[in-house]
Structure formats: C-alpha cells, structure tokens
C-alpha cells in the first residue's frame, strides 16, 4: 500500500470495515434503531439514540472527513441546514462577510434569517482580496465563501484569503463552501480554511435522489461546537440517506472525472459558437481567475455558465437532452436561468450589479454521451435566436 491512500480508495474503504458489524457485511447496513440497548444506565456502547448518534450517518461521516484530509465530519438533514448550524456559531451582533455571487438559498438565509438575529453581513466580490480586508470589523467573526462562485464561477484564492484574514484577526472563522468542486477537486482545509461545507444534495450524491449536508473541519472545538448544535437542533439525516450518499462516493472519483471531461467539452463548444456571447469556465484560459483555478484545483466539474444572445425562453424550451430544472451536480444534465428560479430570491438591484440577467444560462453538464450534449446545446441554440 502506498504511505497515503489514494481517492478512491479512501471513498471505498474508510470506514467501512466488515469486523465492525455483526455478521461482517461488506456493506455498511442501514441501522434505523431509534433507540440503543444500554449496558447499565448511562454505560453505552456508543450509541444511546438515534438523533445523537447513529453507525450509519457515523460510517458516512468517517469517510467524508477522509476524503477531505480532515478530522470530523457531521452531515445534516440538508445544505441549508449546515449552513443554520455554522452560522448559529455566531452570537447576535456579529458581522459576518460573504461573497456576493453566492447559492441564492444561502444569499436568502443571510438577509432574512440573520438579519433577524441582528448579526450584520456585508456582501463584497471575494475574487478581489481587498474587499475583503477592507469590511473586516471588530465584531467580524466569520468570512464565508464561494469558489468557484454560484452562478458566474469566480475563482477565490482560498489561501490568499485565509492568510489575509487569521493576519487581521486569527479568531475569525472561515468557511469554505465546496459543493461545485468535492473533496476531489478541491481540499479547502489544506488552505487553512475553518470549515468546509457541503450541500451534499448536489455532485457527492450525484444522483439527484438524496438532499443532505455535511461540514468537515480540523478543529477539535468547533467540532465540539458543531455536534452540540446538530444534536439540540436535531438536523440530522435519516440512516437510508446516509447509505445511499455512502454508497454514491464510491464512485465519485470517476463521476467526478467525467463530469468534467464533458463540462470543459460544452464550454470550448460554447465558447465558440456565434451564438453565444460570454462563457463562464474556470479551466478555460479567458477565465479571469485561470491562473487560481489551476493553483488551488485539480479540475472543476460540470458547471457551466454562458451569456446567450438570442432568447433564453426559446433556448430553454428547445433543449431535449438537458432538462429544465433547479440543483445540480447528478448524473443528468440540466439547464436553468438563475435570474428567474435558483436566485429569484436576490434583490433585482443585486442581480443586475452582478450580471444575473435574464440571458444568462446555468448548465449542469452530466454524464451523457458528450457528443450527443454537443448537438443537443447547437440545435436549441440555433432555436433560440
């Protein structure tokens, strides 16, 4: 074996050892006790009931922080969930800085729910790390990014933003929502990020069947932190999510690979097509943020976003191949406008600053035959104008 493990193998394995279970099954069984036989009040055997603790959630959870080179992992009934446990970390009064070009359900929580709590958020575009410094207050507790960002997938220098932060204020937490990359691509926490978060729903499950979330971190005390609140909130998913999102990262590595062979073939494609305005890919040399891509990832996935110059109505509705419809990141490939359903719920003032206008096409490019994706994007394409 080698000194460290490879993807794959740490996807197949960790944490899945048979001797663990009772008849040593290969495949981790779905443990759906609510409740655990004790060997004297208060003496366990690691398990006392089902929303504090659970060994399927728990083998999913060990591989997770596996995959990521960290220490703990927790999931969560969904990505939004996560998220209401990283951010109940802070205490009213709190300011927390977040990208501007963000997941809309996220961009939503932050201005309705924590405005509520009286936490103050500034928006600022993280591609340029000044921003940044430049909003950090004395009640700055946590910065929360995006990259690539969600949907115009601007790179953020994880590390340059992390270095410029702890040298500002080492307490300020940093979170890293990895969703568009996994662990595979992208390891935030060997950038010294504080957490990293998951909307688990999207390209882990990669099979559009699951919704979850998941945070890994290194530190020992915001695990602590971590567990309690998902513990007392009770945000916990049930054990048969839990073996279906184990049983997808087993495959992971290689979805995950061609996910970004058929990505990177539909933004050249695009790209060239007169059809076309502007094309949004990080592997792309026009990319803005290129140089980063390359320095922090090892690939980027399906994700695709482009400026259309003929009718997105039209566009949309001839697509036969790509399906009309939110999330992203399974097996299918799917096509969105954000203007109008994943960001609806940004202000129309931000959207039009950003560039989340109503020609701008989000793609989730699959795992369909590439040549057959091509045809499908030329022919709505030409539909469109």
Known sequence: MPAEEGFATKAIHTGQDPLQWSHWEVVPPIVTSTTYRQDAPGVTRGYEYGRSGNPTRYVLETCLASLENGKY????ASGLGATTVVTTLLSAGDHIISGDDIYGGTNRFFQKCLCRQSNTITFV???DISNVISNIKSNTKMVWLETPTNPLLKVIDIQGVVQAVKQKNPEIIIVVDNTFLTSYFQKPLNFGADIVLYS????INGHSDVIMGATITNRKDLWK?????QNAMGIIPSPVDCFLVNRSIKTLEIRMRQHMEN???????LESHSCVDKVFHPYLPSHPQHEIALKQASGHSGMVSFYLK???NKFLKALKIFTLAESLGGYESLAE?????????VPEEDRKKLGISD?????????????????DLDQALKASQ
């Open 73 to 76: 992992a927790l999931t969560f």
């Open 125 to 127: 575009d993280m591609s």
């Open 200 to 203: 688990v729903t999207k390209y």
């Open 225 to 229: 932190r971590l567990a309690f609140l």
């Open 263 to 269: 990505g990177l073939a539909v933004a050249r494609f």
């Open 310 to 312: 003929g009718d997105s």
């Open 337 to 345: 406008l954000p203007s109008v359903m994943t960001h609806a719920s």
């Open 359 to 375: 020609q701008l096409i989000r793609l989730s490019v699959g795992l369909e035959t590439k040549e057959d994706l091509l045809a």
